[in-house]
Each structure stands twice: as structure tokens, then as C-alpha cells.
């Protein structure tokens, strides 16, 4: 899996334990933290082609505005320690990053395999409640994560749940474009797989996903390409009428066959009604309809919801949202057209 290369020594840790993941673009190790005997960091190592340009701007941009946002010191927001460099000369010039974050003990993905009869339905409450407060707080500050899914929430032992890269996504897609590979389809809502501008809905269509995947113990929309992914959600929720199909979409709805919506509740068995209502309201075609990361933590689902282990996120936060799709700007994702 992971490559052996040592991250980068830098001031916060410089002894790798062990490689934890590894991603198309990177490895994650877990580390010893030497300001912190005992306690560890994880390092992720990021290796960069620099051409005639030098780094990438849109690199030096984003990695700023992750320390920016650690600021705030969310609760549902992986900490960012540090961060450093070195580059490589050869032939080919790289940058090799080394960017440094709270350990957390797993992600949501290994979570879920530590239950293989399911999860009660009150930790799955908690959970989702605690991902819509970190994407509420990151669609306060006008930052979509564009890849919320299991492997990216990170839980501790004490059960708090952490967004994890995010931003970075687009990081490593300068100069290409995402593929399957990269980024995970099952989790897209249906105007990124049609080619339409979105916003931070695009956020809230994944963790509806992921509501669902708790309760189901398995993916609710396992396509296996950008078609069949489109079809599984017109399968599930029916032909969109025009008025809901995006406008600016160079995908025609003409091009699907028309089919009656599935029944919801018969996907995610066990779930109340109340948490159904709001499900629903997550996984709503129409980017415009879609309930926002704010409303949908205020939904009643929450009101009976087992311990306050993690707060509502400052009013401040709450306040900044005054439209339920903010466009995606900070981060530098794609650029999303003004509604
Ligand atoms: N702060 C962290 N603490 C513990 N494990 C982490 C941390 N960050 C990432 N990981 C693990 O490493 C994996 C890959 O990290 P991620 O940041 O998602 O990089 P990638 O771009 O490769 O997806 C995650 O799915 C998770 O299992
Ligand atoms: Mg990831």
C-alpha cells in the first residue's frame, strides 16, 4: 500500500511510525510528535511537479487558507499542526509538501467495518450530526469540501468526528482533471456528474449519501461510472422534471429514460420517519431545493440526539450562511456560477 520513503523531518515531528494511507497523490504516516512526548501527528507528504511557473500559486493559496481556517479551532475539523517543504532537483523539479495534523485514531470507513451488524441508530445521529456541524462551519467560511465520504471523516476514540481533506483536493488537481480514481463517484451529487455549476448542495448530497451508508451498512448509489452513477440517482428519486434539470447542463435530459422514484425508506430499513423527512431533503435533485448543512443540523431528527458530546458550532458561523447554496470560492474549487 503506502511507500516507505520517510516524510520530510520538519520542527513537530520527524520519526514516522507507520504509513496509515496513501492516496493517488501521497502518503499519510502516523508519527511521533516530538513536542508532545507520547502523543503522535499525522504527516501527510504530498510530492508536486514544478514546471517553468514555478509552484503552483493556487498550492501556496490553499495550503494559507487551511491554516487560516485552523484558526477557528472547530471541533469537527481535523487540526492542521504545520507544514514544510523541500524541493527535489533532478531532472524533473518536484516540490515535496509535508503537511502535518492531529492524529485521529480512524476514519469512518474502518469505523463502519468495526460494526458489522450496524451501527446504532443513535451513534449514526450522532455522527451525521457532527459532519453537518463541520460542513456548516466550512460553507460558513465559503469553502466546499467536494469530497466528503467515509475515508475523509476521521473519529476518535472519544467518538468526535473530523473533516478531513478537504481543499486539497484541488491541490492535486491543478492542470488535471479529476477522475474515478481520484475522487470517488458513489458520493456526487447529480449537477457535478451533469457538468452543471454548483455550490456547497454539492456537500450536502454526499453526506446524504453517507446518512444513508450508516444506516444501510453499504453504499446507496455504488455507480461504476459517471453514466451509471447518474442513473442510479434517477433510478432512486425518478425523472427530475425540466424545471429541476440545470439548465446549463450539456448532458440533456432526453438522454435518460423516464422511470417513477424509488421508495426511500425501503433503502435505509430502520430509520424514523423523522430521520427519513430529513434524508429526503438531502438527497433532492434540484441543487436549489436541497436542504443546506445549517438547516438540515437543526432538523428535528437532532432534537432527541443521544450526548452533546460536540456543541453547535458558534452562532457566528450559524449567522454567516444566508444563502441555503454558498458558491465554492476560498478553496479555489471550481468556480461556481452566481445564482
Ligand atoms: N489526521 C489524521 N489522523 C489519522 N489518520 C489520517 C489523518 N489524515 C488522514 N488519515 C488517514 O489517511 C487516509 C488518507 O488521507 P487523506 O488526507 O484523505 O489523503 P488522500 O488525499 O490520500 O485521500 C485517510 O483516509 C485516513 O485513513
Ligand atoms: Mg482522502
Same mark, same amino acid.
Given at each position: 500500500?503506502?511507500s516507505p520513503d520517510p516524510p520530510v523531518p520538519h520542527g513537530r515531528s520527524n520519526q514516522a511510525v507507520k504509513a496509515i494511507g496513501s ?9 511521533? @510528535? ?16 514544478? @514546471? ?7 498550492? $501556496?493559496?490553499?495550503?494559507?487558507? !487551511? ?70 462551519? $466550512? ?62 448542495? !454539492?456537500?450536502?448530497?454526499? !453526506? ?11 453504499? $446507496? ?12 440517482? $434517477? ?21 435518460? !429514460? ?82
Amino acid at each position: 500500500m503506502a511507500s516507505p520513503d520517510p516524510p520530510v523531518p520538519h520542527g513537530r515531528s520527524n520519526q514516522a511510525v507507520k504509513a496509515i494511507g496513501s492516496g493517488a497523490y501521497g502518503t499519510v504516516y502516523k508519527a511521533n @510528535d516530538i513536542s508532545q512526548p507520547g502523543k503522535f501527528v499525522a504527516l501527510k507528504k504530498i510530492r508536486i511537479p514544478i @514546471d517553468e511557473n514555478g509552484i503552483p500559486i493556487s498550492i $501556496l493559496r490553499e495550503v494559507a487558507l !487551511v491554516r487560516q481556517l485552523d484558526r477557528f479551532e472547530h471541533p469537527n475539523i481535523v487540526r492542521f499542526l504545520d507544514v514544510c517543504h523541500r524541493s527535489e532537483l533532478g531532472s524533473e523539479q518536484h516540490l515535496q509538501l509535508c503537511l502535518v495534523f492531529e492524529f485521529v485514531e480512524m476514519d469512518l470507513a474502518k469505523y463502519i467495518r468495526r460494526y458489522p451488524g450496524g451501527l446504532p441508530s443513535t451513534k449514526v445521529k450522532d455522527i451525521v450530526f457532527q459532519v453537518l456541524c463541520g460542513v456548516d462551519f $466550512l460553507h460558513s467560511q465559503r469553502i466546499v469540501h467536494m469530497d466528503l465520504k467515509p475515508p475523509n471523516l476521521l473519529i476518535s476514540e472519544a467518538g468526535q468526528v473530523k473533516l478531513a481533506d478537504f481543499g486539497l483536493a484541488k491541490v492535486y488537481d491543478f492542470g488535471r482533471r479529476l477522475t474515478d480514481k481520484v475522487v470517488t463517484l458513489r458520493y456526487r451529487s447529480p449537477e457535478v456528474l451533469l457538468n452543471s455549476s454548483y455550490g456547497s448542495a !454539492v456537500d450536502v448530497w454526499s !453526506v446524504g449519501c453517507i446518512f444513508a451508508e450508516l444506516i444501510r451498512m453499504e453504499q $446507496l448509489l455504488p455507480g461504476t461510472s459517471e453514466r451509471d452513477q447518474l442513473e442510479q440517482i $434517477l433510478n432512486l428519486l425518478g425523472t427530475p422534471s425540466e424545471e429541476q434539470w440545470p439548465r446549463d447542463s450539456p448532458i440533456l435530459p432526453q438522454s435518460f !429514460v423516464s422511470r417513477p422514484p424509488m421508495n426511500l425508506e425501503e433503502l435505509v430499513p430502520g430509520l424514523d420517519p423523522v430521520g427519513l423527512s430529513l434524508l429526503k431533503k438531502m438527497l433532492i435533485f434540484d441543487q436549489h431545493d436541497r436542504i443546506s448543512a445549517n438547516d438540515a443540523a437543526r432538523h428535528p431528527y437532532f432534537e432527541n440526539r443521544p450526548l452533546p458530546a460536540i456543541e453547535f458550532p458558534p452562532s457566528r458561523n450559524l449567522n454567516a450562511i444566508s444563502s441555503p447554496n454558498v458558491p465554492a470560492a476560498s478553496l479555489g474549487h471550481r468556480p461556481v456560477a452566481q445564482t
